[in-house]
Nanobody, 124 residues
Framework: VQLQASGGGLVQAGGSLRLTCAAS????????MGWFRQAPGKEREFVMA????????YIADSVKGRFTISRDNAKNTVYLQMNSLKPEDTAVYYC??????????????????WGQGTLVTVSS
C-alpha cells in the first residue's frame, strides 16, 4: 500500500484547507484511514479516522467542530477538510492506513502504512 498526501500550504487563521490522501491497493474499502499531525518538537498526534465503509468517524477533541473526514472508495482517496484553522494547527499532516481495522484508531502504532506528509502552516 502506498499513500500520497497533498493539499497542504500556507493559510491565514480562520481559513480552510482540504487535504487529500490517495492510496494504492485493491482493498482500500477495507482499510481504516487516519490522519495524524506532527508539529515541530512534538510527538505525532491523532487528528481523525474513518472506517472502511465511511460509516464511522473518530475525531480528536482539539479539532472537533472544525475538521471533517471523508473518503471516496471508488477513487481510493480520503480527505481531511479543515476549517477555522488556528496557528496551533500548524504541523506536518500524515495519512495512514490500518489494514486490520483495529479499535485503537488513535494510536500511531495501529497503522501499517504512512504517507510522506504534507505541511500545513497557519499564520496569525
Amino acid at each position: 500500500v502506498q499513500l500520497q498526501a497533498s493539499g497542504g500550504g500556507l493559510v491565514q487563521a480562520g481559513g480552510s484547507l482540504r487535504l487529500t490522501c490517495a492510496a494504492s491497493g485493491r482493498s482500500f474499502s477495507g482499510y481504516t484511514m487516519g490522519w495524524f499531525r506532527q508539529a515541530p518538537g512534538k510527538e505525532r498526534e491523532f487528528v481523525m479516522a474513518i472506517s472502511g465503509s465511511g460509516g464511522r468517524t473518530y475525531i480528536a477533541d482539539s479539532v472537533k467542530g472544525r475538521f471533517t473526514i471523508s473518503r471516496d472508495n471508488a477513487k481510493n482517496t480520503v480527505y481531511l477538510q479543515m476549517n477555522s484553522l488556528k496557528p496551533e494547527d500548524t504541523a506536518v499532516y500524515y495519512c495512514a492506513a490500518d489494514l486490520d481495522r483495529s479499535p485503537y484508531y488513535g494510536l500511531v502504532s495501529t497503522y501499517d502504512y504512512w504517507g510522506q506528509g504534507t505541511l500545513v502552516t497557519v499564520s496569525s
